[in-house]
């Protein structure tokens, strides 16, 4: 079993860890929450005072933040702002060489390249490996990780990365993860407001949702969102929609990740107009004050009772 280190124990990251306790590796975590660290605790996790402190002696180095402003940060310091001479300079300089960091945060290809160069040059191994799945699948075990960088790298996490999915994909060279990872919560976010409007339109001409979930989920407009993580409520048990909209994937995520997609086509000079209307709504709804509400909530966009 491995030594690893974990950084950050929010809603995903802290079923993680505990996955990885479970499978019997040695789990140091740090977080900036007393009650993550404390969750984390009880799980069996140890618990460092620092970052740097967590990844003393670790094999492993993995990290699950919000933004790739805290990925560069974490590792490269004030070298991140392209400053190398006030500050700190991040843990690259307190990594193990010969370490493999497997950074799962959700960011933008460029940071994921730019940390991942860095600490090559320091003989420091790094994947990115943003996942899919939700809260559920990473309490599950059951998540994807979409993985970018070296095929040696891959091999390497794949034995980790087991433990806390079910699904592990080489998606190309460092930042291809990344690029995964977007494209499908693009496809995603579209698909979740096609299906909403689509039983919101069947409900306002007096059909059961039920009823329509069911004769749609065994026709052509079949899809995850519909069979899976239906957005209306009621129609579906253990579903942020059957439960107020808590829980899941948050309206605000699915939007930074929409704004990373609408970035990444900019550089690429592709074609996304249905991203670009997705983005433009989940803007608008966690502008009315659903950030924090499940991103089926958007269901709720459409509604005229509301």
Known sequence: MANIAFIGLGNMGGPMAAN????????????????????????????????????VGAEYVISMLPAGKHVAGLYLGEKSL???????????????????????STIDHQTAQQVGNALAEKGIGFIDAPVSGGVGGAVAGTLSFM??????????????????GKN???????????????????????????????????????????????????????????DVYNPCPNVMENVPSSNGYQGGFMVDLMAKDLGLAMETALLSQSSTPMGALARSLYAMHAAGGHGSRDFSSIFSLFDKQQ
């Not at 300079?89 to 799962?104: F, M, T």
């Not at 990344?178 to 039983?199: D, F, H, P, R, W």
């Open 20 to 55: 990885l306790v479970k499978a019997g590796h040695k789990v140091n975590v740090f977080d900036l929450s007393e009650q993550a660290l404390s969750t984390a605790k009880e799980n069996g996790a140890t618990v460092a005072a620092s970052a740097n402190e967590s990844v």
């Open 168 to 226: 592990i994909f080489h998606a190309g060279d460092l930042g291809a993860g990344q690029i995964a990872k977007v494209c499908n919560n693009m496809l995603l976010s579209v698909l979740m407001v096609g299906t909403s409007e689509a039983l919101q339109l069947g409900i306002s001409n007096g059909l059961d949702p039920k009823v329509l979930s069911e004769i749609m989920s065994k026709s052509s407009g079949s899809n995850w969102t519909l």
């Open 82 to 104: 392209g400053n190398d001479s006030v500050g700190h300079n991040g843990l690259i300089d307190a990594i193990n060489p010969n370490s493999l960091v497997i950074d799962c």
């Open 147 to 164: 993985v970018g960088g070296s095929a040696n790298h891959f091999e390497r996490a794949s034995s980790v990365l087991e433990n806390m």
